[in-house]
């Protein structure tokens, strides 16, 4: 089986290091340094590299781990991503240190957003994050919720390894959105404790994101009720503003309006 640990880089970056004996992979090495500090310390031999995006803080150091390396790379194959030598799209598979890995397209965050997933374990970049997901850069409502379902539908003990902490930030604006769930009111506690001891809150558990995410849950009453509140507020606010229906009760309208109210929390 694979060993998964986390490297940390910048202010809240989690670049993961997938392990077999002495073989290893990272994902998402925005910084090179503290990634070779590892490897040397583990005394570990880097065969290959995986990118969710291309966004710098998850490919930054790339090309110095590919030099000193030769490590095979496997990114997006439709996004520019530095000494990649092997371009994947959505559905493919690839051996990761004996494990088949299979390679799902989450588009939303960036357009060519990939994501990893082998049985029991999911490696989505910025596309989920604990009570949260990634910012819409390059993709529409529409795309990132059909990824968020693509991400729902797998087991529900699925293991989630994100590219960021950000879940405590996250949970504040959750609780805006759903004051009166109890599991998400119980979840505001476990990870208030595990930051005050240091320990991250990731990985994330599918089923518990199915509890607590707002944006796994525009079908639920609660959130459909609190997005059109939300978009109807703004459309008060700006009454010219474009293509927000406050009577549109779909999964993403509902998306697009938590979204927004999002990016302004
Ligand atoms: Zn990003
Ligand atoms: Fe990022």
Not at 58 to 80: D, I, T
Not at 221 to 245: F, I, M, P, R
């Amino acid at each position: 089986m694979l060993e998964i640990s986390f490297i940390p880089a910048f202010k809240d970056n989690y670049i993961w290091l997938l392990t077999r004996g002495k073989r290893a992979f990272v994902v998402d090495p925005g910084d090179a340094a503290p990634v070779q500090a590892r490897l040397e310390a583990g005394g570990l031999m880097l065969e290959g590299i995986l990118i969710t995006h291309h966004h710098a803080d998850h490919q930054g150091g790339v090309a110095e781990l590919k030099a000193r390396w030769q490590a095979e790379v496997y990114a997006p194959g439709n996004e520019s991503i530095t000494g990649c030598s092997r371009p994947l799209s959505g559905g493919e598979s690839i051996d990761v240190l004996g494990q088949k890995v299979t390679v799902m397209a989450v588009p939303g965050h960036t357009l060519g957003h990939l994501a990893y997933y082998a049985p029991g374990v999911l490696l989505c970049g910025d596309t989920l994050f604990g009570a949260g997901c990634g910012r819409l850069f390059e993709g529409t409502p529409a795309q990132m919720s059909a990824s968020l379902d693509s991400i729902a539908a797998l087991p529900d003990d699925t293991l989630i390894y994100c590219a960021h902490e950000y879940t405590e930030m996250n949970l504040r604006f959750a609780l805006a959105v759903e004051p009166n769930n109890q599991a998400l009111q119980a979840r505001v506690a476990k990870v208030a404790a595990l930051r005050a001891a240091g320990l991250p809150s990731v990985p994330l558990i599918l089923a518990e994101e199915k509890a607590t995410n707002p944006f796994l849950r525009c079908h639920e009453a609660a959130v459909v009720e609190a997005g059109l509140q939300h978009a109807a507020s703004c459309l008060l606010g700006h009454a010219a503003q474009q293509g927000t229906d406050f009577e549109d009760r779909s999964k993403t309208a509902i998306f697009a309006a938590i979204r927004s109210w999002r990016n302004t929390f």
